[in-house]
């Protein structure tokens, strides 16, 4: 009985080891925009960039056609899209095993083009 019990907690304790996730968070702001990108990796090497952008001025309606890039490791972006009612834009990426991964010195820039004007902000981690 000792016996499976020792090998149960083994395996458990195998299972939790081969799913670590390291995450890092950054966020920045500037006059008109906010933004928050969260980087998750995952123990099979994949990597998914949940990015939040939030206008930060008052006529969410005002705004009109949005384009934005996040410049970092596996850079995405978008462009012709609109505010959410509540003033925010939400996107992700995932990136394979393949690609060059974010790392805790990885720097983040965010420029975000809207109404002939043009934001661009770093993104600090957190």
Not at 1 to 21: E, P, R
Not at 34 to 56: C, N, P
Not at 96 to 104: G, L
Request: hydrophobic share 35%; proline share 1%.
């Amino acid at each position: 009985m000792h016996k499976k019990l020792l090998m149960l907690l083994i395996v458990i304790v195998l299972l939790l080891a081969a799913c670590v996730t390291d995450t890092y968070t950054y966020y920045g702001e500037e006059d008109h925009w906010s933004a928050e990108l969260k980087i998750t990796q995952t123990s099979d090497e994949f990597e998914t960039q949940e990015l939040v952008l939030i206008y930060e001025g008052e006529d969410v309606n005002s705004v009109g056609e949005i384009t934005y890039y996040v410049d970092s490791v596996g850079g995405f972006g978008r462009s012709g899209i609109h505010l959410e009612e509540n003033g925010t834009i939400s996107d992700s990426s995932v990136a394979n095993p393949t690609n060059a991964k974010v790392t805790e010195h990885t720097e983040v820039e965010v420029t975000v083009e809207w109404d002939g004007q043009t934001e661009s902000f770093i993104l600090d981690k957190q």
